[in-house]
């Protein structure tokens, strides 16, 4: 059978399969790369990095361990990450700094925010549970 031919068949099969229930269906667009925000953090010399995806429409969402505080800030903020109420603590004065960013789409709204913190305590007051990772 040719490549086509199978291609041919594999998408009839997929076209007739029923979704089971609670599992994604794949016949299901994927979600547009735009869709929920992509939150990264990095070491001031860039020697390490990790990031997660947070969506929050049309309720709390992805991978991000604290989704749900993390949307309500956002919420709160009203998608202004410059405007997060953060959790004050005390900190120290130690310098590590911490780059926090975050790209995408915020309840219909383009973002792509990026900001230093001097470590990531003051990261943590600043910005709350969006960046707890």
């Given at each position: 059978?040719?490549?086509?031919?199978a291609?041919?068949?594999a998408?009839v099969?997929l076209?007739l399969a029923?979704?089971?229930p609670?599992h994604?269906d794949?016949?299901d667009?994927?979600?547009?790369?735009?869709?929920?925000?992509f939150?990264t953090?990095?070491?001031?010399d860039?020697?390490w990095i990790?990031?997660?995806?947070?969506?929050?429409?049309?309720?709390p969402?992805?991978?991000?361990?604290?989704?749900a505080?993390?949307?309500?800030?956002?919420?709160?903020?009203?998608g202004?990450?410059d405007?997060?109420?953060?959790?004050?603590?005390p900190?120290?004065?130690?310098?590590?700094?911490?780059?926090a960013?975050?790209v995408?789409?915020?309840?219909?709204?383009?973002l792509d925010w990026?900001r230093t913190?001097?470590?990531?305590?003051v990261l943590d007051?600043a910005t709350?549970?969006?960046f707890r990772?």
């Open positions: 059978m040719s490549l086509r031919a291609a041919a068949v998408a099969l076209a029923p979704a089971v609670g994604a794949a016949r667009p994927a979600p547009g790369p735009a869709e929920g925000l939150l953090l990095s070491g001031g860039e020697s990790r990031g997660v995806r947070l969506r929050c429409s049309p309720r969402a992805g991978p991000h361990p604290q989704a505080g993390a949307c309500a800030s956002l919420d709160t903020a009203r202004n990450l405007r997060l109420r953060g959790d004050q603590h900190c120290t004065k130690r310098f590590d700094p911490v780059t960013r975050a995408g789409e915020w309840r219909g709204t383009s990026r913190y001097p470590n990531a305590c007051t709350g549970p969006v990772f």
